[in-house]
Every structure is written in structure tokens, then in C-alpha cells.
Nanobody, 127 residues
């Protein structure tokens, strides 16, 4: 069983930056593709970005491309989401997710493809 714990959320002004972390335990982190999703009040959970097991490939939602960057440190069992130029519409609870990957370069952008989820961390961007 894999446990995921997000941290780094908070309140930031528009144009600011935050870095979210997601620490994994209980599994072989280097074999998992990782994803970040978010859910704003009254809205469905939406895809933010994903990274392959070896960190070689990433893929982002159009709404965050060029502003958000996903990275991972397999030695620390941690995946990061660096968020820059934040906008009020980025306000949401951010979740990390993990799934075993058949290929070290494969990534996944559908929530239903993921097996494990963290509890989420709140990001609030004020205008």
C-alpha cells in the first residue's frame, strides 16, 4: 500500500509562486508514474500535470503549461509541483496521485488511471 502526503499549500497573491511536495511511502517510488490534480469548490477534479517513473517525460494541462513544472526525486521518494505566476483561478485543493507504470516513460492524465491518492493540500490565490 502506498501512502502519499502533500505539503506546501497556502495563501499567495496573484503572480506569486508556491512549491508543492508529495512524499510517498510504502511502495517502490521509482516504478510509479505520478500525477497532480486539483479540485476547486463546486467543480470536478481536473488534471494538472504528470511525470513518468524515471522523470524523463512530463505532460501538462493547457491551463498551467508554461507556469507549472513537475519534477521528482526518486532518492527522496518525492514529487514536486512548482507553481509560478499563480492566478486566482488556480485556487483549489491539489492532490498527488500514483500508479504503477508499465513503462518508465509512461504518464497518465486521467484520474481513474491512478491507484493511490493523497489527502490534498489547499492552495488559495488572492487577487
Amino acid at each position: 500500500q502506498v501512502q502519499l502526503v502533500e505539503s506546501g499549500g497556502g495563501l499567495v497573491q496573484a503572480g506569486g509562486s508556491l512549491r508543492l511536495s508529495c512524499a510517498a511511502s510504502g511502495g517502490t517510488f521509482s516504478t510509479y508514474a505520478m500525477g497532480w490534480f486539483r479540485q476547486a469548490p463546486g467543480k470536478d477534479r481536473e488534471f494538472v500535470g504528470t511525470i513518468g517513473a524515471n522523470g524523463g517525460r512530463t505532460y501538462y494541462a493547457e491551463s498551467v503549461k508554461g507556469r507549472f513544472t513537475i519534477s521528482r526525486d526518486n532518492a527522496r521518494n518525492t514529487v514536486y509541483l512548482q507553481m509560478s505566476n499563480l492566478k486566482p483561478e488556480d485556487t483549489a485543493v491539489y492532490y498527488c496521485a500514483a500508479r504503477s507504470s508499465v513503462s518508465r516513460n509512461a504518464y497518465y492524465y486521467i484520474a481513474g488511471d491512478y491507484t493511490y491518492w493523497g489527502q490534498g493540500t489547499q492552495v488559495t490565490v488572492s487577487s
